[in-house]
């Protein structure tokens, strides 16, 4: 079983900065692409932002420059940045990631619960 669990949302102030937090767990061998999408109401989910295992990054046109994604292997764990919050930005964010699981030795993708992140202007 790999569970992806995230934090760090919350009602934000526009002009703002929040740092969410997603760790993976369970029966993992590898990671490879780890990424962070969002979904505003009555919007369809979106790539955010995705980064490799080799820290290459990719991001959506609408957040660069104000959102960084970033790693840590040896926490199995994916983080973004969001800095100049914008009102925009509310939407539920998921993390995803695909791993190598032990037992059953292959490539597999999970999603996170999401996270609320909320910005008032």
């Known amino acids: 079983q790999v569970q992806l669990v995230e934090s760090g949302g919350g009602l934000l102030q526009a002009g703002g900065s929040v740092r969410l937090s997603c760790a993976a767990s369970?029966?993992?061998?590898?990671?490879?692409?780890m990424g962070w999408y969002r979904q505003a109401l009555g919007k369809r989910r979106e790539l955010v932002a995705t980064?490799?295992?080799?820290?290459?990054?990719n991001y959506a046109d609408s957040v660069k420059g104000r959102f960084a994604i970033s790693r840590d292997n040896a926490k199995r764990a994916v983080y973004l940045q969001i800095n100049s919050l914008k009102p925009e930005d509310t939407a539920v964010y998921y993390c995803?990631?695909?791993?190598?699981?032990?037992?059953?030795?292959?490539?597999?993708?999970?999603w996170g619960q999401g996270t609320q992140v909320t910005v008032s202007s």
């Open positions: 980064i490799n295992s080799s820290n290459m990054t």
């Open positions: 369970g029966r993992i061998l590898g990671i490879d692409d």
């Open positions: 995803n990631t695909r791993v190598f699981l032990t037992y059953e030795r292959r490539w597999s993708e999970y």
